[in-house]
């Protein structure tokens, strides 16, 4: 698997500019994903921007930041992932399905954070196709957090049967 590293962590105003300009025609099938990561390494948290986020989400300021948190830091890799031009979707018209999140240990504000993402489970949805964006955030060698972003491409074609998850569970209207 390729991987491209980043010195820190992506804005994504750009990013989204940079996909948003991806707009036109869309593939109707789609065989495989990149095989790439994307990845920071050494990523020292911002203490104001946690601080920010935890007064806008309830959380109390600790030295133990919230999983969610690692999944907001995980974030801009996965724009950076979509945005890049060899990924198959454009981020405009895609539908986010779900996030799954585990925290293996406590990740203190301090620890020093390699972080990661790629796309895997391309897989077919009766309204199109699914993958996921798989994040994951070391410690030194340790793995202590992962999560994963399923979204939907609407409308695309891939191999294998349709497979239809509770959480997109509505009536089909098609």
């Not at 890799?77 to 895609?94: D, I, K, T, V, Y």
Request: overall charge positive; aromatic content about 6%; glycine content about 10%.
């Amino acid at each position: 698997m390729a991987e491209v590293v980043f010195d820190d962590l992506p804005a994504g105003g750009p990013l989204l500019a940079r996909s948003l300009a991806r707009i036109g025609a869309r593939p109707r099938k789609v065989a495989t994903l990149p095989e790439t990561r994307v990845a920071v390494k050494g990523h020292r948290q911002d203490a104001g921007r946690l601080a920010r986020y935890d007064a806008v989400c309830g959380f109390t300021l600790r030295d133990a930041v919230p999983l969610t948190w690692l999944h907001v830091l995980t974030f801009s890799l996965q724009l950076a992932l979509m945005s890049r031009r060899e990924f198959p979707f454009g981020l405009a018209g895609l539908v986010h399905v779900s996030n799954d999140m585990t925290l293996l240990r406590s990740v203190g504000l301090g620890d020093a954070l390699d972080l990661s993402v790629r796309a895997a489970e391309l897989a077919p949805h009766r309204r199109g196709a699914t993958f996921a964006l798989i994040g994951e955030v070391r410690v030194g060698k340790e793995l202590v957090w992962r999560g994963s972003s399923t979204y939907l491409a609407r409308g695309v074609a891939t191999d294998g049967e349709a497979v239809r998850p509770e959480r997109l569970d509505e009536p089909d209207t098609r």
